[in-house]
């Protein structure tokens, strides 16, 4: 009995031995089995990480231009443009959200304040008429290269001048004048109190006006109206031409995070299907309009900390009727009212759009919480953090007569528009026009170790220490300026490479006046005249050189050409 005994205590060892080895076997084969899912799912995953040299959040005016920069300047370059709506320029670039005014302070009153000593001071005024100037040539250069099509869908010359009322803002007006022929970029202007001189010049805006009402105004045949949607569309139609280019539409950014190598994980959505996508970029530029300050500190990058956001809005009254519109030809910028900000000062634009003729006034502010126009309601809330909030509230008490203006403007009826654009033109009737809301714009509100904080005026450039993400935030100049800003961002960003002989060989070729003050000189500034009117068909220039003489009554002058726009509400 013993040797049964035994055997059976021997089969249930190796029973039990078994067991234990098929359970650890089981277990082991399960790890493995875990480990290669694993490694399979991280190998799909990281096949689904595009990774590109460029990522453009935004597929408006700023983002489009610097990827034409960059696909000159480095077209080997991967890119891609992820845009939240169905189409590029549907915001602030829309030919309908802004004023299309050419900025380049032949017109802007706010760009030539007067000082205690009662000089005006014009600085900033060839500042922006320098930064036009590149615009000019970066844009003759990519109609030269067939990156622009016909000049007459996208710019068409319109004079523009500053008009005003009364002995104090024409005794200003007047000293304006004479302050800018200093300078050969303000060439050509002439000034006129004569009424039969003005209407000349702008034949609506004198019909029904009272003769006794003083008047004076400023005129310059070098003005643009500038369609910024079609310089948009056509720049990303060209590069969705190019090899390494792709564009993501109705894609919203959810999330960018740094990786471990410096680059950036760009986390986005579709929101036609809800799938989600990453994109890992060397190098990241928010364009995204008043979106651009929430993406900055998505980021989490400590310069954004510096800034806050306050969003104003603006309408217009717009008329399609050709029968008023063929009577005005100008881009006529007014004074703005006691608390407005640079961007809603009064002007009565010629615009050209979808292919015909037609009239803006305006803007008139409106507010809303959005920062976009197609934006949240809760974009001003999501933006406001611990480190801004009080530089939000020490510009509120500052600004107050901002806010005061801004609560008048809310308050206007539709007899009040009215009543204000009859300051321009005063025979309009209100069947003629119609009210139009354009794009959001967000003041600038930065902190400030002695204020608290600054409200600040034009566009500023936002980027992390190493350069590799950088956003734009601001309004005015805005999109007449983007060659420039964006010429800035490189040299910002990419500063090592714009000192290379390969990239200043380019930039000069791009724009021959680069790196040089045209208002310095008068021969560079009749040159580069020359060249970008020819090429962009745009009015003759005037010669430079010779201080103009006020205007004479017109029987003795010659009319204004005939041509087929701080700034305005929208760019």
Known sequence: MAVPGRLMIENGGRMAFYRRNYCMLKKVNTALLGLAMTMGLSSAYAAETKKVDVLLIGGGIMSSTLGVWLNELEPGWS???????????????????????????????????????????IAKAIEINEAFQISRQFWSWQVKNNVLKDPRSFINSTPHMSFVWGDDNIKFLKKRYEALQASPLFAGMQYSEDPEQIKQWVPL????????????????PLGTDVNFGEITRQFVG???????????????????????????????????DGTETQTDAKFVFIGAGGGALHLLQKSGIPEAQEYAGFPVGGSFLVTENPAIAEQHLAKAYGKASVGAPPMSVPHLDTRVLDGKRVILFGPFATFS??????????????????????????????????????????????????????????????????????????????????LGGVLKLGTEIVSAKDGSIAGLLGASPGASTAAPIMLSVLEKVFKDKVATPAWQAKLHQIVP????????????????????????????????????????????????PASNASSDMAL
């Not at 021969?523 to 103009?548: D, F, H, K, M, N």
């Open 79 to 121: 890119m891609e443009m992820v845009e939240r709506l169905d189409g590029v320029a549907e915001e602030s670039s829309n030919g309908w959200n802004n004023a299309g005014t050419g900025h380049s302070a032949l017109a802007e009153l706010n760009y030539t304040p007067e000082n205690k000593d009662g000089k005006v001071e």
């Open 369 to 450: 919480t959005k920062f976009l126009k197609e934006g949240s309601y809760l974009d001003l809330l999501t933006t406001t953090t611990t480190h801004n909030i009080w530089p939000m509230t020490k510009v509120g008490i500052k600004e107050y007569p901002l806010v005061e203006y801004l609560a008048g403007q809310l308050m206007l009826s539709d007899e009040d528009r009215l009543n204000a654009l009859k300051e321009y033109f005063p025979n309009a009737k209100a069947e003629d026009w119609r009210l139009w809301q354009a794009g959001q714009r967000v003041q600038i509100i930065k902190r400030d170790e002695q």
């Open 205 to 220: 805006m004198m019909q029904g006006r009272d003769p006794k009402q003083k008047i004076a105004a400023t005129w310059s």
């Open 238 to 272: 060209h590069l969705k031409a190019q090899p390494n280019f792709s564009l993501k539409l109705s894609s919203e950014v959810e999330d960018i995070k740094r990786n471990e190598d410096g680059s950036w994980r760009v986390v986005y959505k579709n929101l036609k």
């Open 513 to 560: 006046s680069y790196g040089t003050q045209l208002n310095g000189s008068p021969e560079r500034v009749a040159q580069e005249w020359a060249y970008t009117s020819e090429v962009l068909q745009l009015t003759p220039p005037p010669a430079i050189g010779t201080i103009a003489a006020p205007a004479q009554p017109a029987a003795e002058k010659p009319k204004a």
